[in-house]
């Protein structure tokens, strides 16, 4: 499977509402970040035991570790949970712009460092939601 039929997989194998959510998003992102990289992650390590929920991603992010070595990763990430949805805005300089710029204004949502995560779309500002995206990937917080 290619990577676009995975994430078709992963959104398919998703209880409603979630895989309704999930696709949503998924087009709202395609729609912002079109022609950008698209990244699906099984959430599985290499001896293929499961560290962390799959999740989706769009966009192309260096990440710089502290021993100077890098590693080529999303600027964007969508992910299921048992609660329910997570957005992820990697290279966030600032741990406190997300939730100072956009808590507020989101609706019910956790909002932390770098991560975003709601029950269900309707519990959100989409279009606060999208400021975010676009603000990450603008880098304006940089």
């Given at each position: 499977m290619n990577i676009e039929e995975q994430i078709q997989a992963y959104i398919s194998s998703q209880p409603e509402p979630k895989r309704n959510d999930l696709q949503a998003l998924h087009n709202t992102m395609l729609r912002v970040m079109p022609g950008y990289k698209l990244w699906f992650l099984d959430g599985k390590n290499s001896e293929n035991k499961t560290v962390a929920n799959p999740n989706i991603g769009y966009g192309l992010h260096?990440?710089?570790y502290a021993d100077g070595k890098t590693r080529d990763f999303y600027q964007i990430g969508l992910s299921a949970n048992k609660t329910g949805i997570s957005v992820y805005i990697m290279g966030i300089d600032d741990k406190?712009?997300?939730?100072?710029?956009y808590g507020e204004k989101i609706g019910k949502a956790s909002?932390?460092?770098?991560?975003?995560?709601?029950?269900?779309?309707?519990?959100?500002?989409?279009?606060?939601?999208e400021a975010a995206i676009r603000s990450g990937i603008e880098n304006k917080h940089a």
């Open positions: 260096t990440i710089t406190t712009y997300l939730a100072r710029t909002v932390s460092g770098y991560c975003i995560k709601f029950k269900k779309l309707q519990d959100i500002n989409l279009e606060i939601l």
